[in-house]
């Protein structure tokens, strides 16, 4: 009984400083700037929008560049469209506002609800993903979203990350929250925060949110994503709303000759770098090839040079490391590589955006044939969830010696940006 409670006792701690950490984390966006500057730009903004005219008009609640997610980018990159007016509501200060560009009327998310009437827009999305990033946007949300169009973006189907900031670092708080919305599911805090395989039946916390956002739809951008949706709902009685599949866009990306610094094999890893990416696998696979000729392994993405520096990675001659890179920077390093390869052995049924970006640059990408990858069929080259260092060695000489490019250029057609607009079009075209 001694070890078992040594066990529970050094759960019980691990609990506390995690809560500790998600709440510091929380604290973090509600730092959005002056609410005299906020209202300032909020009327420079409006004034400065497009005149109404006859297209649908969207009110899109999501965070923004620079935020440190890749939803952020989504939103930013891939919902701007001559086809829709959008007025983008994201936490943040005015230059963070001012960098969206194009056809965006980037408003603060205090002047949702209050700067625009209701009526003037067609439909109201609002973005999710798990993680803390999605706080205010989604109390904003809750709050003031009015009865009309609601449409949910979601991202994947696990959102512990969000719920435990939201409920300010406390498990018991936690527990509580999902206990009440899961009565038919038996499990512990730590199990919510484990990963899960498929089938398993521990909660991922979409019940609580579609009770507090109430959509009206709900769009996914995999099956995997809207299985597992479903998955969880089951047992509920709750009003589950319909689910509509879409898709992540494969864009166009332009970057200009690409600059190829040193000489032989370049492999890239791209966007953050933590447990659950194969890391281990990667640099073993790269030692493999080594054996070829010079081979560079290129890491770039959110906060990667700590985790590489914990990892030793700093001190390996043919890494090269580019921590936070801009979004521009990232897409040239990405056209520099010969392949990319991502490695995730579980996911929770969200895409890729960098897998998206690089297919894009016509580069060949392995994966593991996991969730919504799986879903990306020969257009990449895909390994076990437990593939040997071996396979991912010999997989990524299959992706630079024989690319699967008509593959990829054939899914890049079916997934371009036009056709991902001419879905939203519609969805902003529907009557309930």
């Not at 604290?27 to 929008?49: F, H, M, N, P, V």
């Not at 730590?190 to 019940?207: E, Y």
């Not at 996911?347 to 990306?376: C, H, I, Y």
Request: charged share 20%.
């Amino acid at each position: 009984m001694g070890f078992f409670n040594t066990l529970r006792a050094f759960e019980r701690i691990w609990i506390r400083s995690f809560f500790r950490l998600l709440r510091k984390k929380k604290q973090i966006y509600k730092k959005t700037g002056d609410s005299g500057e906020l209202a300032a730009w909020t009327r420079s903004a409006l004034a400065g929008a497009a005149p109404p005219d006859a297209r649908p008009r969207l009110a899109m609640l999501s965070p923004a560049p620079p935020a440190d997610t890749g939803i952020a980018h989504f939103a930013a990159a891939y919902f701007q469209s001559a086809d829709w007016r959008l007025d983008f509501y994201a936490p943040g200060a005015p230059e963070d506002l001012r960098q969206l560009g194009g056809n965006t009327c980037g408003l603060p998310l205090l002047a949702f609800g209050r700067a625009v009437p209701p009526e003037a827009y067609d439909a109201f999305l609002l973005q999710m993903g798990n993680s803390p990033h999605h706080l205010p946007t989604l109390e904003a949300w809750a709050r003031r979203v009015p009865a009309g169009r609601r449409l949910m973006y979601l991202h994947e189907a696990q959102l512990v990350r969000l719920w435990a900031p939201w409920c300010e670092g406390s498990p018991w708080r936690l527990s509580r929250l999902y206990r009440s919305h899961y009565p038919d599911r038996r499990f512990t805090v730590m199990d919510l925060f484990k990963q899960q395989a498929p089938g398993s039946r521990v909660p991922r916390g979409l019940r609580p949110l579609l009770e507090l956002a109430r959509p009206d739809l709900i769009l996914v951008n995999s099956a995997c994503c809207e299985d597992l949706l479903r998955a969880d709902l089951d047992g509920w009685d709750g009003p589950v709303p319909p689910i509509r599949r879409l898709f992540h866009p494969v864009p166009a990306v332009a970057t200009g000759p690409a600059a190829r610094p040193g000489r032989g094999l370049r492999i890239g890893h791209f966007g953050s770098l933590g447990n659950g990416k194969g890391l281990a696998v990667m640099i073993e696979a790269m030692m493999m090839a080594q054996t070829w000729g010079p081979a560079t392994f290129v890491v770039a993405g959110y906060g990667v040079e700590r985790v590489a520096r914990r990892h030793g990675l700093d001190a390996i001659p043919w890494v090269e490391i580019h921590d936070s890179p801009s979004h521009g920077d990232l897409t040239r390093l990405m056209a520099s590589v010969d392949a990319g390869v991502q490695l995730r052995p579980s996911t929770q049924g969200e895409s890729s955006g960098v897998v998206s970006l690089l297919l894009g640059l016509d580069k060949p990408v392995v994966v593991n044939r996991t969730g919504s990858f799986a879903e990306l069929g020969e257009a990449v080259i895909a390994v076990a969830p437990d593939a040997r260092a071996d396979e991912v060695a010999s997989a990524l000489k299959t992706a630079v010696t024989a690319p699967p490019l008509a593959a990829i250029r054939e899914l890049a057609a079916q997934r371009n940006l036009a056709a991902f607009h001419a879905a939203i079009l519609g969805l902003l075209r529907e009557r309930p």
